[in-house]
């Protein structure tokens, strides 16, 4: 009984660190995914990720920014970016992980929410 106990107690452990491990990675580094914004994403984006720009107009591009684009989920940002959507490029051979996860939480940012939360 009491090796059960001990034994449960530490799946508990492992499982909350897991967890926990993986909501930081989710969070990611908006400053540094403002830098790989504006290497990759600005040409159709635009700065401010408003879309408006020649290319943006052009391919139709979203509006970053408005709540639509805002609602979605992370993981569906980041499968966007790695894989990509229509005419974007997916970017997933260029970007690792921790990349995608930083320009994730850029977007969260310039659309006026935090990485990892849900609206």
């Not at 990759?40 to 107009?57: E, L, M, R, W």
Request: proline share 3%.
């Amino acid at each position: 009984m009491i090796k059960s106990i001990k034994l449960w107690r530490n799946i508990s452990v492992v499982l909350m660190m897991a967890v926990a491990s993986l909501a930081s990675a989710q969070a990611g580094n908006a400053d540094e995914g403002k830098k790989i914004f504006s290497t990759k994403c600005v040409t159709c984006h635009g700065p401010d990720g408003s879309g408006n720009t020649s290319a943006g107009k052009s391919l139709k591009a979203a509006d970053l920014r408005s709540p639509d684009v805002q609602k979605k989920a992370d993981a569906d940002f980041y499968t966007q970016v790695d894989i990509g959507k229509g005419k974007m490029p997916g970017f997933g051979r260029v970007l690792n992980k921790t990349q995608i996860d930083d320009v994730v939480a850029y977007l969260r940012q310039i659309g006026g929410k935090t990485a990892g939360k849900k609206p």
